[in-house]
């Protein structure tokens, strides 16, 4: 399970905005230069809102692994592949079609990817409706103390 510390920034209906920092994972991450939550130091993050959590309450988030990998591998992965698919395709086909190779090659890989990018979307679309590729509230932190006047009567 991934987890992450938050604070609650807005609540409508079943689902809480948590604000998080990115984590330590993200600056080791090898996708860091194409991944979008680099913008910031922080973002926020739609998660399901079981326990109740209002406005300013400290809240632990969790995905499970396996929904991660599975939208990673969506994401990442099945794109590459449409790409790597659509260039050898286009190139193979380049002859029948009386095309130069390398020009068929790359439309048809860009091509593949496009449509696999639509098909991640779809896929996205369909997952962030199913509860278990969306992130929940595990628990409601307690609240940090407030810090204690310094006593300057000592």
Same mark, same amino acid.
């Given at each position: ?11 409508? %209906?079943? $689902?809480?905005?948590?604000?998080? +920092?990115? $984590? +330590? @994972? ?7 230069? #194409?991944?979008?939550?680099?913008? $910031?130091? +922080? ?6 809102? %079981? ?5 300013? %309450? ?20 099945? *794109? ?7 260039? @050898?395709?286009?190139? $193979? ?7 130069? *190779? ?17 098909? #991640?979307?779809?896929? %996205? ?16 932190? *307690? ?12």
């Amino acid at each position: 399970m991934l987890t992450e510390h938050g604070v609650v920034q807005g609540v409508q %209906d079943q $689902s809480a905005y948590v604000k998080v +920092e990115r $984590s +330590e @994972a993200c600056h080791s991450c090898h996708s860091q230069g #194409a991944c979008k939550m680099l913008s $910031s130091k +922080e973002m926020v993050v739609e998660a399901a809102n %079981d326990l109740g959590a209002r406005v300013g %309450d400290q809240v632990e988030i969790g995905l499970p692994t396996g929904s991660f990998l599975t939208m990673s591998l969506v994401v990442y992965f099945v *794109p590459v592949v449409a790409f790597v698919g659509g260039a @050898a395709l286009g190139w $193979s086909k380049a002859a029948v079609l009386g095309l130069n *190779p390398t020009l068929a090659s790359v439309l048809a890989g860009f091509g593949a990817m496009a449509v696999a990018f639509v098909a #991640a979307k779809g896929f %996205d679309r369909r997952a962030g409706s199913r509860t278990h590729y969306r992130p929940r509230i595990m628990r409601i932190l *307690p609240s940090s103390p407030a810090p204690e006047a310094a006593d300057d009567s000592k």
